[in-house]
DNA sequence: TCAGAAATTTGCCTAAAAGGCATCTTTGCA
DNA sequence: TGCAAAGATGCCTTTTAGGCAAATTTCTGA
């Protein structure tokens, strides 16, 4: 095994932790869950949870860290020869074809749950949190790709934020859309449209 | 007049502390600079920096807030007739064509000065208050294009979302590029590799 | 298997930040 | 001109941020 019980460990508090604050943050709201009670939902201390995360809202934010750092992984283990395209939404939808909660994750599509989302991502330190995860699962991704179109500079960052745009407008509609629509549809129908370069819209 | 004057000092206070949070902060780096010594700087008390900003990061951030709102203004602004495309490009083109410096604004492009920026986006806590500012303003930006194109849905967020796409390769790319670029060009290159649509890169 | 090295957890402590509340000033308006 | 609304300020309490060192746990090599 390539990593070792402690590594392992460490794993799981950091999972234990940022779950704990997702949890409490979506029954109480942010404000009304102090550090100390996510430390003591995972087990640890207030102090270890401060080793771990300097906010809670890195913590809230790490399982969507976590999430984007998986796809640009998937994105790097895809066969050289597939195209640019292709790649990309295949390793999207390694992690979305199935949860298709998106946020919500191994939750089923519960209203109060999903209540408690939308209230969460309303929080301005927290959409920041958010923010600057995907623009750092951007900076991987953009590596990636770097890697694999062997290109510099503008391009392979810009590909790298457009597929951020898409999940981000994906995220947004879904958190929007009534009657609720599908994380992986609406990821992939983003996907369609700025890949295809955003033309000039059909008035409807 | 509109604006009374009362509103007129708001918004000179408003700009006096955020200047005073960054060139401060440039200066001396973020975790030395305490907002009380913000508020001095901009002749206020401390409890005032907080009825104004929730944070140092916050403030730092407003300049381009600011910037983000007006560029979502101009493109209000532009005649309806004009194509999309050419809108979004005149709308930026009236915050960027002048003040190349992009971030620096007034400022010359001083060595000093654009190291301590460059030191300055590295802070943690900044980054993540920088890319909540443009995801908002993406939404301002979205209203204003769905208005504009009369879509709805998806489609008009997706623009946005590439646009600050665009913005934000531009501006990681005025970063790190030696020698120097100027964000105007950029900007016009991201635009124009963008409402292309992304197509597979020529290897090179 | 075991002792020492290295990494992690934890408690303790101080500085700083966050933000509620009451009060005092300034600005806007009839 | 005088009152009402909005803003600035001071004061106070709770929480957060993070340095430091002691204690604990995991890892490594002999």
Not at 7 to 15: A, N, P, S, W, Y
Not at 42 to 58: D, H, I, P, Q
Not at 82 to 95: C, D, H, K, Q, V
């Amino acid at each position: 095994m390539a990593v070792g019980l402690r590594e392992r460990k460490k794993q799981e508090t950091r999972i234990a932790l940022s779950w704990a604050a997702v949890r409490l943050t979506v029954e109480r709201g942010l404000a009304n869950v102090k550090i100390e009670d996510i430390a003591a939902e995972a087990g640890v201390s207030l102090r270890t949870f401060r080793n771990y995360f300097s906010s809670k809202a890195e913590a809230i934010a790490a399982r969507e860290v976590d999430r984007s750092l998986r796809i640009a992984d998937e994105l790097r283990a895809r066969p050289a020869d597939e195209p640019l395209w292709t790649a990309i939404r295949a390793s999207i939808g390694s992690e979305f074809a199935l949860g298709e909660t998106g946020h919500g994750g191994e939750q089923p599509p519960d209203e109060r749950w999903l209540a408690g989302i939308r209230l969460m991502v309303t929080e301005p330190s927290l959409q920041g949190e958010l923010a600057r995860a995907y623009a750092a699962a951007g900076a991987e991704f953009a590596d990636a790709v770097a890697d694999r179109t062997g290109t510099h500079g503008l391009y392979p960052r810009l590909v790298a934020e457009v597929v951020g745009s898409a999940r981000a407008a994906a995220i947004a509609e879904w958190l929007r859309a009534d009657p609720p629509r599908s994380m992986a549809d609406l990821l992939s129908e983003a996907l369609d449209l700025v890949s295809a370069g955003l033309p000039e819209p059909e008035q409807h």
